[in-house]
């Protein structure tokens, strides 16, 4: 086992440079920054424009090419950071909007769909990684990424990534909610290494006390599921308690 | 052909901070320390660090006492929210003189 980093031994050196473009507060920022430590000066870095491109890319119009990339094996790790919406152009509904959240195209019922689970999609071509991080947890990702870079073919990392604008919250309770959102056992932290899955950092603990924050504490901090009905949070609710129900048969 | 400079006919740039301008300007409330309740500031040793660690605009500085670049500094309050002794509280820009903005 390998030692965990923390913020003490956290790589010092800087290769993003301050005065962004990104929004105040946008949780890719950190995601980016300690991802960049992690992979360190000898990296290409081949970023679609902003936060919009990447999305539209990979979700609903060219995942073939990352799909036919993947089957190929080429090596490379794929970044694909998900905040849950097209939010660059205004905050509309995308493939990884989660049920019920209300968006500029779905403003009076919110999303009536799931959230498409990408990272599965990605586990199912037998990829030697894939990992589900949050921005809330850079340091987990940091150790992630660490952990990949010498397994062959293609890597990918879904990242959960907070949007103050399009989720509708104070920019300073971004890592709040992104902890809430692993907290309450709505989003996952794991990793899958040549096909064994293993939960990690607070995702693994959240096994050992078996005890999830209720999820309507996580739905409460964002403006963009006020339409939530009671019905519909307990449903969702279920659903998480089922998925984590398997976590904790395996545990023993 | 071969002797002319390219480069000065191409739009090209060197990387460095402001790529999205003086962001400072986009703040509307200013991160301010408590040294008193700071956790590296009282033991005088590397510590914490929450700040630094999780500040998106990478403006806090990994020092004792941690300081904030406020030249581009966007004010999300991240660093407030996240310090573990409530040193850090953000302060309405208003409340700054003029001089001491520029």
Redesign the interface.
């Given at each position: 086992m390998q030692v965990k980093t923390t913020i003490l031994s956290l790589p010092t050196e800087e290769f993003v440079h301050p005065g962004t473009r990104a929004c105040t507060g946008c949780g890719l920022a950190i995601a980016y920054r300690v991802g960049l430590k992690a992979l360190g000066k000898d990296t290409m870095l081949v970023v679609p424009p902003s936060c919009l491109t990447v999305l539209q890319g990979l979700f609903p119009v060219a995942s073939t090419a990352l799909s036919g990339a993947a089957e190929r094996g080429d090596n490379f790790i794929y970044f694909c950071y998900d905040n849950e919406g097209y939010m660059n152009t205004g905050a509309q509904r995308s493939g990884t909007t989660p049920i019920g959240a209300i968006t500029a195209n779905t403003p009076f019922k919110g999303k009536l769909q799931q959230k498409k689970d990408v990272p599965a999609i990605m586990a199912a071509h037998k990829l030697s990684y894939v990992a589900a991080c949050s921005a809330a947890y850079p340091l987990d990702l940091f150790d992630k990424i660490k952990n990949c870079m010498h397994l062959p073919g293609t890597k990918y990392f879904h990242i959960h990534i907070p949007c103050p604008p399009g989720w509708g919250y104070d920019p300073r309770y971004g890592i709040k909610i992104g902890r809430l959102a692993v907290e309450t056992g709505y989003y996952d932290l794991y990793e899958i290494v040549n096909g064994e899955f293993k939960l990690t950092a607070a995702s693994e603990k959240l096994v050992e006390k078996r005890k999830l924050v209720p999820v309507q504490e996580y739905f409460r901090t964002q403006s963009r599921f006020r339409l939530l009905t009671d019905a519909q949070i307990a449903d969702i609710q279920q659903k998480i308690d089922e998925k984590w129900a398997g976590y904790y048969n395996k545990d023993e | 052909m071969g002797t002319r400079n390219y480069r000065r006919k191409t739009s090209h740039s060197e990387?460095?901070?402001?790529?999205?301008?003086?962001?400072g300007s986009?703040r509307v409330e200013r991160p301010v320390l408590d040294q008193s309740l700071c956790i590296p500031c009282k033991r005088n040793k590397?510590?914490?660090?929450?700040c630094?660690?999780?500040?998106?605009?990478?403006?806090i500085s990994?020092t004792i006492p941690p300081r904030v670049?406020l030249?581009?500094c966007?004010?999300?309050?991240?660093c407030?929210?996240?310090c573990p002794t409530r040193a850090i509280t953000?302060v309405d820009e208003a409340k700054f003189s003029e001089e001491d903005k520029e």
């Open positions: - | 990387h460095g901070p402001g790529d999205g301008g003086r962001t986009w590397e510590a914490c660090f929450i630094w660690l999780f500040c998106p605009e990478i403006v990994r670049d030249e581009y966007k004010g999300c309050g991240i407030a929210e996240e953000m």
